[in-house]
T-cell receptor, first 110, second 116 residues
């Protein structure tokens, strides 16, 4: 079983739409959680860390459900520039290696 | 502040040849990581340096891969001899603090390796 599972998509949405991605992780010892964004043929870039209490950064909201071992990312008022692959990343306590999901591709259309 | 840099950006070699990838982390970052993405798969961890010491090399595929970080600054990843299945994008990342398990990792642009 993979450490981190994501729906690969693609999610095709119109500008202005709200879109949500989920991600599940298999190891209950996972401690730190992140969403990274990766544009085509570029490096992953941190979008936001995910905290137990949930956190919001502008149009982006991340939630963590430890009991169910899933993480979500909500994007409101989608922009064309949000088109990218969104990577769910987890890190276990005392381990310093990231476990990546395979990514969810988002296409925002005019 | 300069980000993580990697060289070369692309490398095309023949099976059996040797290739050396280089990573320069963000200045002051003690933690340096190598990851790899092969086509159609997720990004996977290769190894982690803390300064010049290998902290975790559990992801290294086999002994054809050798990573070094002399002096605790830049790192090299050598593949010798290269095989077809080594093709992929090799990412380097760095992070700052001693509590590396919760640290943000900053990624370089990657080296796209093609083995023919």
């Amino acid at each position: 079983r993979k450490e981190v599972e994501q729906d690969p998509g693609p999610f095709n949405v119109p500008e202005g739409a709200t879109v949500a991605f989920n991600c599940t992780y298999s190891n209950s010892a996972s401690q730190s959680f992140f969403w990274y964004r990766q544009d085509c043929r570029k490096e992953p870039k941190l979008l936001m860390s995910v905290y137990s209490s949930g956190n919001e950064d502008g149009r982006f909201t991340a939630q963590l459900n430890r009991a169910s071992q899933y993480i979500s990312l909500l994007i409101r008022d989608s922009k064309l520039s949000d088109s990218a692959t969104y990577l769910c990343v987890v890190n276990r306590y005392n381990f310093n290696k990231f476990y990546f999901g395979s990514g969810t591709k988002l296409n925002v259309k005019p | 502040e300069a980000g993580v840099t990697q060289f070369p950006s692309h490398s095309v070699i023949e099976k059996g040849q040797t290739v050396t990838l280089r990573c320069d982390p963000i200045s002051g970052h003690d933690n340096l990581y190598w990851y790899r993405r092969v086509m159609g798969k997720e990004i996977k961890f290769l190894l982690h340096f803390v300064k010049e010491s290998k902290q975790d090399e559990s992801g290294m595929p086999n002994n054809r891969f050798l990573a070094e970080r002399t002096g605790g600054t830049y790192s090299t990843l050598k593949v010798q001899p290269a095989e077809l299945e080594d093709s992929g994008v090799y990412f380097c990342a760095s992070s700052q603090s001693l509590r590396a398990s919760t640290d943000t990792q900053y990624f370089g642009p990657g080296t796209r390796l093609t083995v023919l």
